[in-house]
Structure formats: structure tokens, C-alpha cells
């Protein structure tokens, strides 16, 4: 996962300038995809230590546009060597953040 770390100072100049919050090109959006990728990746550490005895690692990233009320963004989620990770916060095939 290479994503710049969410810019406060920009995202203010940004608001001040007028950029919308929420949208297309909205300010929250890459600070919402930031948190969202931190999650994932609690998530799978989570998973490959609950299960220590398995051969069982880390195997990249899958990426998916994904729609939220703050805009769409690119998703990269982590993955495993055995396929058995189930994202809980962005399941499989989810395109759409809820609430």
C-alpha cells in the first residue's frame, strides 16, 4: 500500500478556498480511504494471528473502486496467501461504504 498520509494544513487551505467537503473531489475522501486501508490492515494481522499454526501470510493487495457519501476511491485490499481473509469492514465484492 503506497498512499500519501492525509494532509491536514492542505485539506484546511482547501476548505478555505472553497473545495467542497464531500463529493468527486472531496476533501474527507482520501482521509476516509486512509482510515478504511488502516482497518483492512488491522484486520488481516488480526486474522494471520488467530491462526498461527497455518502457513498462512500476507499476499498483497486487491484493488476496487469503491463508492462512499464522501466520494469514490480506489480500495486496496490486503489479501492472504490461502484465500480464507473475509474483510468485515469492506467485505468481498462491496462497492458501496455504509454508514
Do not use: C, W
Request: glycine content about 8%; proline content about 6%.
Amino acid at each position: 500500500m503506497n498512499n500519501p498520509i492525509f494532509d491536514f494544513k492542505t485539506a484546511l487551505k482547501q476548505l478555505q478556498s472553497g473545495q467542497a467537503l464531500t463529493g468527486k473531489d472531496g476533501i474527507l475522501t482520501p482521509l476516509i480511504k486512509q482510515l478504511t486501508e488502516a482497518a483492512l490492515d488491522a484486520e488481516i494481522e488480526h486474522y494471520l494471528e488467530q491462526n498461527p499454526q497455518e502457513p498462512n501470510r500476507r499476499n498483497g493487495y486487491t484493488k476496487k473502486t469503491v463508492k462512499a457519501n464522501s466520494g469514490s476511491f480506489e480500495l486496496e485490499t490486503p489479501r492472504d496467501r490461502n484465500g480464507g481473509f473475509e474483510p468485515q469492514i469492506v467485505k468481498k465484492n462491496q462497492t458501496k461504504l455504509s454508514e
